[in-house]
């Protein structure tokens, strides 16, 4: 079911640690973004990737850090920066090959930092 | 950048009824508004989108219009059900330029349809 595992599902974690949320897609998707969701604040992007080896800051990059190694992974890192690094994090893809295709979201992944 | 303000933020209605939820965006450029569902721990899912070459989409009981003039669009379904009760977003691309592939999301939309 729509071909991006977000893994661990449930993470926790102590203040001042960092920490790596798993992406991975099969559909040959080009394009791999990190969506942060907090109540009411709606879906605000973190990082995204267009191709391997380069990805561009979204709108709220400070505190995390991306890579891009391989096309079908896209792991993200909450840093001992991130202020209020609580949220619900959601993983998604896209093919660049067409003009406006539909972004494919995984299950995501909710962190809670203590 | 982009910035795309969403209306109503809950929306309660009676089975049977319609409902409709607006967005705005800032950007001329935008030409991709797509909308998404998501239901209570569970991933945003695609339930329709629209290019800026259409003014209106209809997908059964859900139909999106887009207004580029006035930059805005919304979303309507008619003889809601209960199980249409979730978090609606609406959002807005700009294909074009290094903003390629950026998706830009309202803030949502919680929808209860009661029986």
């Known amino acids: 079911d729509g071909g991006i595992t977000q893994s661990p599902k449930y993470l926790f974690r102590k203040e001042g640690q960092n920490v790596t949320l798993s992406c991975e897609q099969n559909l040959n998707h080009d394009a791999m973004y990190w969506y942060r969701q907090d109540p009411g604040q709606g879906l605000r992007l973190i990082y995204y990737s267009q191709i391997v080896n380069d990805f561009q800051k979204g709108d709220i990059a400070e505190g995390y850090s991306v890579s891009r190694e391989k096309k079908e992974s896209f792991p993200l890192t909450v840093t001992s920066a991130q202020k209020n690094p609580t949220a619900f994090y959601l993983c998604?893809?896209?093919?660049?090959?067409?003009?406006?295709?539909?972004?494919?979201f995984g299950n995501g992944t909710r962190l809670t930092v203590t | 950048g982009e910035n795309v303000e969403q209306h109503p933020s809950t929306l309660s209605v009676q089975e049977g009824d319609s409902a409709v939820i607006k967005c705005t965006y800032s950007d001329s450029a935008s030409n991709y508004f797509p909308w998404y569902k998501q239901e209570l721990g569970k991933r945003p899912q695609l339930i329709i989108d629209?290019?800026?070459?259409?003014g209106e989409k209809k997908d059964q009981r859900i139909a999106v219009t887009l207004n580029k003039t006035a930059k805005h669009f919304s979303l309507h379904i008619t003889e809601t059900q209960p199980e249409d009760s979730a978090v609606y977003f609406c959002a807005a691309r700009n294909a074009g330029g290094t903003s390629y592939g950026k998706l830009t999301f309202g803030q949502g939309t919680i929808l209860t349809v009661h029986p």
């Open positions: 629209i290019r800026s070459n259409v």
């Open positions: 998604a893809s896209t093919s660049v090959r067409f003009d406006n295709s539909p972004l494919h």
